[in-house]
């Protein structure tokens, strides 16, 4: 009950930060609920952001497939982590400088300023559709280790109601810069125990030579490449869920939020440079430990071995070290949970709501936004009620949904040629494949390469094919009035300019440059 007793403290404590950062300093306008006032400097945006997509995807549901599947899972680390950094900046930058200028609050805005309306409205919904796996495999991490460290005393059915009531109350009260605060101490927290289990849980054998060497010999083909007759960690495999998940951090809503709410250009450059190794250093750290449980927790099967994490802990640490090690990845799951609820939140106030009540005042999206926050967080949980699938594959196959809309964003971009037609048919057609796919098949004919789609999975066949609808749709139909005229704004020769801090025209204009200093 230890670490019961630690989780409801680390959510008392939490409620508390994020009323507080909200209360200090600010006007506590609707700027500073949705973009924290673009007031976030380096250190609290580089661990925000890494707090918002490290969860427990990445504490429970890495362990768990390292657990199951071997050092093939490390592959895709490599292949997603290491090129993100730079994808984000040369996606997000425009993110950041329009953001600053055109008073951006959600994703909606920029496909709104470069489409219309149609694509302002359809990707909120989309990103909805994304995030309902991504969420419910957060909820269901949590429901599923606050069972096995309490023993079974709380129930995975009241785990799921327990620490999601805490979340959403702070993101009630505090907002993006409550958010950004609580996901800064809760990622500082994570990191230092995913440290201590690792060191642990290789000590226990004798290192992490001889503990990999005692798994290689149970477990050989946790070491191979394309086992059980090519079906895990192929080559395609590998490339589906890494393009997956790269692609999809860049069109989730954290990285549009973060860039919002940083206060300086050199802020934002630091949060997407740091942000790649940081991010494989944990998660690689993760995914070892769930080998190496192999042999300290072996026999573990499907949705059971989402819970290694928290039973090897508790095998190898004292009591109230596994308590705290159990805590520090539900504080991972949680503030996922926070950014990305937050970010759907924001989007149903700012991009639907006002769109269907232009006159809305910032009180009234702020208070749609918090109902928003409750709904989702409802919705969630009530999925997650009867759990059959682990958590890395739900994880795998919101981040595969959501980065079908990468095209529309490079082409708001950088592709004066885009249309909003292209845009709204490759978003229709990438979202409907991938649940087209997922309908017949279900999570393997998403994830895992068939013979049917010349060996891609579903998720890379319905990328495919985004793709050139939207390039073949953009020849074909010719750009509008709203295209045509985004494109002084998209387009501004002050974009091109290198060196440059990125600051809003007091006088009202498009944007204004400085040397950076």
């Known amino acids: ?47 925000s952001l ?12 890495m362990s768990s497939l390292g657990y199951r599947t071997g050092f093939g899972a490390l592959f895709v680390l490599c292949v997603n982590l290491v090129p993100l950094g730079f994808l984000w900046y040369f996606m997000h930058r425009k993110t950041f400088i329009l953001g600053r200028s055109r008073k951006w609050v959600s994703m909606g805005a920029p496909f709104g300023e470069r489409y219309g309306n149609g694509m ?27 069972e096995a460290m309490s023993e079974a005393i709380i129930p995975y059915k009241m785990g799921l109601l327990f620490v999601p009531a805490f979340i959403a109350v702070y993101l009630i009260m505090g907002g993006m810069k409550g958010a950004a605060w609580v996901n800064t101490v809760q990622g500082i927290f994570f990191s230092v125990m995913v440290f201590v289990l690792f060191f642990t849980v290789m000590m226990k054998n004798g290192g992490f030579g001889p503990t990999m060497d005692l798994v290689y010999e149970r477990h050989p083909e946790l070491f191979q490449l394309g086992a059980k007759g090519g079906k895990v960690w192929s080559y395609p495999m590998v490339f589906g869920f890494a393009a997956a998940m790269c692609l999809g951090s860049v069109c989730f809503p954290q990285p549009y939020m973060h860039a919002y709410s940083s206060r300086s250009a050199k802020g934002f450059k630091a949060m997407v440079v740091s942000f790649g190794g940081l991010c494989m250093i944990l998660v690689i750290c993760t995914t070892l430990v769930g080998i190496a449980s192999t042999i300290i927790i072996p026999g573990l099967k499907g949705v059971q071995a989402d819970k290694v994490y928290g039973l090897v802990a508790t095998a190898v640490l004292p009591n109230w070290l596994a308590a705290l090690a159990v805590a520090g990845g539900f504080t991972a799951a949680m503030s996922t949970v926070n950014g990305l609820v937050f970010g759907n939140a924001t989007n149903v106030s700012n991009d ?14 702020v208070t749609v936004a918090r109902l ?7 919705i969630c949980v009530i999925l997650a009620w009867n759990p059959n699938t682990p958590v890395a594959e739900l994880s795998v196959i919101a981040f595969g ?28 057609a990438g979202v409907g494949m991938n649940l087209t796919f997922f309908a017949i098949g279900g999570k393997s004919m998403v994830l895992f390469p068939q013979a049917s789609l010349l060996q891609l999975n579903g998720f890379l ?19 509008g009035d709203i295209e045509n005229k985004s494109l002084a704004i998209f387009f501004h020769s002050a974009l091109t300019r290198q060196r440059s801090h990125e600051r809003t025209d007091a006088s009202g204009g498009v944007y204004a440059t400085a040397e950076e200093r």
Request: aromatic share 12%.
């Open 50 to 61: 890494l707090s918002s997509f490290l969860s427990a995807f990445s504490m429970f549901g």
């Open 401 to 428: 949904m959501v980065a079908v809309t990468i095209f529309p964003l490079w082409g708001a971009y950088f592709w004066k040629r885009a249309t909003r037609h292209a845009a709204i048919a490759s978003t229709l």
């Open 372 to 378: 928003a926050v409750g709904g989702i967080m409802i």
């Open 461 to 479: 066949m319905s990328l495919v094919v985004a793709g050139i609808v939207f390039v073949v749709g953009s020849l074909i139909t010719q750009p």
């Open 120 to 146: 302002r409205v359809l990707i909120p919904v989309v990103t909805i559709l994304a995030s309902i796996p991504y969420l419910v495999a957060q909820i269901q991490g949590i429901g599923l280790m606050l």
């Open 1 to 47: 009950m230890s670490a019961v007793l630690i989780i409801t403290g680390i959510c008392m404590i939490s409620v508390v930060i994020s009323y507080a950062a909200f209360r200090r300093g600010s006007a506590r306008s609707a700027d500073d609920y949705f973009v924290a006032g673009s007031s976030l400097g380096y250190f609290v945006l580089i661990f």
């Open 352 to 365: 639907l709501y006002k769109l269907l009540r232009p006159s809305a005042t910032s009180g009234e999206l």
